[in-house]
Each structure stands twice: as structure tokens, then as C-alpha cells.
């Protein structure tokens, strides 16, 4: 069984920098592709970013430029830098662990099978 365990949430002002991680654990962490996800309310949840092996990395237009997602294996963790953060990144953020077995586009929530519980990321303006 897969655990994943998001931290790194908080409050911070617009132009500010977060950095979220994603520690991973009954796996092989290195073999799987891991995306990060985010969740507003009242918003459906959407796709942010992917590393897969390889070290192929893939954003969403809106955080382009701005994210910045990297991983460790040694340490089995992925990490999402996010810099210059504006007010409607705020949401849920959440990391996921993609298997590779059911075909779904990387964009999509059903290719990921393992969820972390996710954390809170506000922006002020």
C-alpha cells in the first residue's frame, strides 16, 4: 500500500514562495510518474504539474513559468516550488502516484491510483 504525505502549506503574500513535499512510501518511488494537483472551493480539482521517470516534466499554462517541480528519490519525496504566487493559487494542493497501468492522460485525476491527503496553500493580496 501507497502512502503519500503532503507538507510545506501556509499562508503567504502575493509575490511570496512556497514550497510543498510529497513524501512517498510503500513503493518504489522511482519508477512511477507523480503529479500535483490543487483544488479551490468551489472549483473542480485540476492539474498542475508532472514528473515522470526520466525526469520528463509537464505544468499547466497557468503556473508555468512559476512552479517548479522537482523529486529525490533517495529520500522518496517530490517536491512543488512555487514562486510568485498570486491569490488564485490558493486551493488544496495534493500530490498523486500514477502506476502507469490504466491509460489515462497525465492530466486526468483517474491515471493517478494513490492520493495524499493534501495541503492548504492561501495567498494574500
Known amino acids: 500500500q501507497v502512502q503519500l504525505v503532503e507538507s510545506g502549506g501556509g499562508l503567504v503574500q502575493a509575490g511570496g514562495s512556497l514550497r510543498l513535499s510529497c513524501a512517498a512510501s510503500?513503493?518504489?518511488?522511482?519508477?512511477?510518474?507523480m503529479g500535483w494537483f490543487r483544488q479551490a472551493p468551489g472549483k473542480a480539482r485540476e492539474f498542475i504539474s508532472l514528473i515522470a521517470p526520466g525526469n520528463t516534466l509537464l505544468y499547466a499554462d497557468s503556473v508555468q513559468g512559476r512552479f517548479t517541480i522537482s523529486r529525490d528519490n533517495y529520500k522518496n519525496t517530490v517536491y512543488l516550488q512555487m514562486n510568485s504566487l498570486k491569490p488564485e493559487d490558493t486551493a488544496v494542493y495534493y500530490c498523486a502516484l500514477d502506476l502507469g497501468a490504466n491509460g489515462s492522460p497525465y492530466y486526468s485525476q483517474s491515471a493517478y491510483e494513490y492520493w495524499g491527503q493534501g495541503t492548504q496553500v492561501t495567498v494574500s493580496s
Open positions: 510503500g513503493r518504489t518511488f522511482g519508477r512511477y510518474a
